[in-house]
């Protein structure tokens, strides 16, 4: 398997541009995740998707962050307009859940964000 | 949600044993993980215990868990420069994964 796909790996913009991040899941996962990690805070879940619907977007720092799953095999993050503290690595992970059970997430490479 | 803490540096010899401890204070977590950061690279799943065991073993690794204690520890035997890396341990309670902040582990020569 291919693991968990990002792109872009890296991404640099300028203040107020539109910033979209992409993520393929593992096949035959149901559950996607998006963390930002930043030397200050740490891992922070931004949002869960669980069968390709929003589950928990409690995350999400503000309206500038939108995220959506079309599909289960493709979501993206979208940051408009973006800042400079939106600077970060952004990684998705994937797992399977079923019958209450929530397996182990697997991360993909991340996309590092700088904004100048 | 969890708070769940780590020393944030380790220096080991090439060839000793390494220990990386973590403490979490949610004892409901189902299951705890412990995962690899390489420079400029994702999250690599290591290995993880199941909250009612007490020690996993997986060929260099052992994970040990004190549930009176709320402590898991991550013991690499014979570390190798393959090993410099941070590792993080993190505790599960349903889709949540609440991560330390991650130990830095630089093996010398």
């Known amino acids: 398997d291919a693991g968990v796909i990002q792109s872009p790996r890296h991404e640099v913009t300028e203040m107020g541009q539109e910033v979209t991040l992409r993520c393929k899941p593992i096949?035959?996962?149901?559950?996607l995740f998006w963390y930002r990690q930043t030397m200050m805070r740490g891992l922070e879940l931004l949002i869960y998707?669980?069968?390709?619907?929003?589950?928990?977007d409690s995350g999400m720092p503000e309206d500038r962050f939108s995220a959506k799953m079309p599909n289960a095999s493709f979501s993206t993050l979208k940051i408009q307009p973006s800042e400079p503290r939106d600077s970060a690595v952004y990684f998705c992970?994937?797992?399977?859940?079923?019958?209450?059970?929530?397996?182990?997430?697997?991360f993909g490479p991340g996309t590092r964000l700088l904004v100048l | 949600g969890e708070d769940v803490e780590q020393s944030l540096f380790l220096s080991v010899r090439e060839g000793d044993s390494s220990v990386i401890n973590c403490t979490y204070t949610?004892?409901?977590?189902?299951?705890l993980y412990w995962y690899k950061q390489e420079p400029g690279a994702g999250l690599q799943l290591l290995t993880y215990?199941?909250?009612?065991?007490d020690m996993k073993q997986d060929q260099r690794l052992t994970v040990l868990l004190n549930k009176k204690d709320k402590h898991l520890s991550l013991r690499i035997a014979d570390t190798q420069t393959g090993d410099s890396a941070i590792y993080f341990c993190a505790g599960a309670h349903d889709y949540k994964l609440s991560f330390g902040a991650g130990t830095t582990v630089t093996v010398r020569a």
């Open positions: 096949s035959g996962h149901n559950s």
């Open positions: 215990i199941f909250s009612n065991m």
């Open positions: 998707f669980n069968n390709n619907v929003p589950i928990d």
């Open positions: 992970a994937s797992s399977f859940y079923n019958l209450g059970k929530q397996e182990t997430q697997y």
């Open positions: 949610d004892s409901s977590s189902t299951y």
